[in-house]
């Protein structure tokens, strides 16, 4: 079974700073992988960025990258040159082995002006 | 590349009514999966279909909720006898083949039990 946890529940950054958003998971499958997802106030999920298991690099995707530690079981989205539209929920999922996601609770993230 | 679309956006309905959303997959997205969102929480997964077979059901997925997906194509969530809990967003997605493929959702619809 696989289990998110992001602890950050809530989170401010100032515009134009990086913000580093938590993610642990705990899955006892070989080969996995983490996907993020955005909630903005509207509802609408949308993803950002993969990560899998055996992938070489950290992902990167525009400002979005993953500083993937798979020793630590953690897969922590940064956010580079924050933008106010960057305020939004943020969730962390992995993949079951029908590719169903299990999700964490999100984090709340609040780009200030 | 139309997107995933749910309808109705919100359905506001009186306990012990069923009611029926409808979620319209990207084309050519083989599977298709339904979540239920509370308010603060992650999504939680429900079902999901591959072409028009329903391969998994959650332990969420009460006698009370049933979904199709007749043709491979679009999908319905149907609940019977609603309930106060059942108060949610809920959520459909759908994804193209290949293990790594992101799964694509709609704008969900928001149910509300009187």
């Known amino acids: 079974a696989q289990k998110i946890t992001q602890t950050q529940p809530g989170m401010f950054v100032q515009e134009k700073e990086a913000v580093t958003l938590d993610c642990t998971y705990d899955t006892s499958d070989p080969s996995y992988g983490l996907f993020w997802y955005k909630q903005p106030s509207s509802g609408e999920m949308i993803f950002l960025i993969y990560?899998?298991?055996?992938?070489?690099q950290n992902a990167t995707e525009g400002r979005y990258s993953l500083n993937f530690q798979k020793a630590r079981k953690s897969a922590n989205l940064v956010i580079s040159a924050s933008q106010l539209g960057d305020s939004a929920m943020y969730f962390c999922a992995n993949p079951g082995s029908a590719r169903q996601l299990t999700f964490g609770s999100g984090t709340q993230l609040t780009v200030l002006p | 590349d139309t997107g995933v679309s749910q309808d109705p956006r919100h359905k506001i309905t009186k306990r012990g009514q069923n009611v029926t959303f409808r979620c319209d997959p990207i084309s050519e997205h083989n599977r298709l999966y339904w979540y239920r969102q509370t308010l603060g929480q992650g999504p939680e997964f429900l079902t999901y279909f591959q072409n028009e077979a329903q391969l998994e059901k959650s332990r969420l997925l009460s006698d009370r909720f049933s979904a199709e997906r007749p043709k491979g194509s679009f999908s319905t969530l149907e609940i019977q006898r609603t309930e106060q809990g059942d108060s949610a967003m809920y959520l459909c997605?759908?994804?193209?083949?290949?293990?790594?493929?992101?799964?694509?959702f709609g704008d969900g619809t928001r149910l509300s039990i009187l």
């Open positions: 997605a759908s994804k193209a083949p290949g293990g790594n493929q992101p799964q694509h």
């Open positions: 990560q899998g298991s055996y992938d070489q």
